[in-house]
């Protein structure tokens, strides 16, 4: 099965970040519950507390999508969920998470969840590892970049730099373009050239994410500052990226998937649709790009 054929929209700049909204051709209807809104239990694993490891419980009355990139807040460390992932009514399940607050392990075993992503710069080593096996101290390496851009974590928190980070910027995320009418996606440029694109099943479970991930974006511009030209993507590099993802192949089954499709690394999670599976979340990675690299 293939990606629906692809559009690429006009992008909007913001000093080094380009973000360009995607529309997918067919009807986008899968229906998930996803987000802030949903209705996710998340806790330590019963058998004893792991750094890698949490136990999610789907206590909503549909299915729920867990994207990779989401934060799960508190517990005996703020965690980050590594994969894409879709439960039943009722269903529990251990899913693989990294550490993004280095400095603490103790505290409650219930997590909370508000839907709020990681940086750009965090996502890309999530990526990394689901082609060459990441280590959990480079993603380490990748939080400590944002440490004391505005504020000092004690314990490394990725959680207190997105806060702080949201705090400072809030004025400016008045100037990111809103979701645009069926938008199923976007495409990210940073410093001239396409980094990622991320799409979703339907408009609805884009526009529950979207405004999560441009305010975790923020944190990368921010750290990125004299290191990335401050230049905008061309139009061009967008559409090549979004070319390549189109190239993909789904599995015959609903499943999560990681492949490579040239240069550009894509993963991401189909679910059970009345005509077959239907694409719930992936993301596109071009792995030539700068922030690809440690």
């Known amino acids: 099965m293939k990606i629906n054929t692809l559009h690429i929209g006009a992008g909007t700049r913001l000093g080094p970040l380009t973000l360009f909204p995607v529309w997918a051709e067919g009807r986008g209807t899968i229906g998930l519950a996803t987000g802030a809104a949903a209705n996710l239990e998340v806790t330590e694993l019963a058998s004893g507390p792991q750094v890698s490891k949490l136990t999610v419980t789907n206590r909503d009355t549909q299915p729920v999508l867990?994207?990779?990139?989401?934060?799960?807040?508190?517990?005996h460390q703020h965690r980050v969920c590594a994969?894409?992932?879709?439960?039943?009514?009722?269903?529990?399940?251990?899913?693989?998470?990294?550490?993004?607050?280095?400095g603490r392990w103790g505290g409650a075993s219930a997590h909370g969840r508000s839907g709020r992503r990681a940086p750009l710069n965090v996502r890309a080593e999530l990526n990394r590892s689901v082609r060459d096996h990441g280590t959990q101290g480079r993603v380490w390496?990748?939080?400590?970049?944002f440490q004391g851009m505005h504020t000092m974590s004690a314990s490394g928190s990725l959680v207190e730099h997105l806060d702080a980070g949201t705090r400072h910027a809030a004025l400016n995320l008045t100037k990111l373009p809103a979701p645009v009418d069926g938008q199923r996606g976007v495409v990210v440029g940073f410093g001239g050239k396409a980094?990622?694109?991320?799409?979703?099943?339907s408009h609805r479970l884009f526009a529950q994410h979207y405004r999560s991930m441009?305010?975790?974006a923020w944190l990368d511009i921010q750290v990125s500052a004299g290191h990335v030209p401050s230049v905008g993507t061309p139009a061009q590099s967008a559409r090549d990226l979004a070319v390549r993802v189109m190239?993909?192949?789904?599995?015959?089954?609903p499943h999560g998937f990681a492949q490579n499709v040239g240069p550009v690394a894509v993963s991401g999670i189909s679910a059970?649709?009345?005509?077959?599976?239907?694409?719930?979340?992936?993301s596109g990675w071009d792995t030539r790009h700068p922030m690809m690299a440690i």
């Open 66 to 75: 867990l994207l990779e990139g989401e934060l799960l807040e508190g517990g």
């Open 141 to 145: 390496e990748r939080v400590a970049r």
């Open 214 to 216: 441009v305010e975790a």
């Open 195 to 201: 980094l990622m694109l991320e799409l979703f099943g």
């Open 83 to 102: 994969r894409d992932m879709i439960l039943a009514p009722g269903e529990s399940r251990d899913v693989d998470t990294y550490c993004v607050e280095q």
């Open 247 to 253: 190239e993909l192949s789904l599995p015959p089954l």
């Open 272 to 282: 059970p649709a009345k005509t077959g599976p239907a694409l719930a979340h992936l």
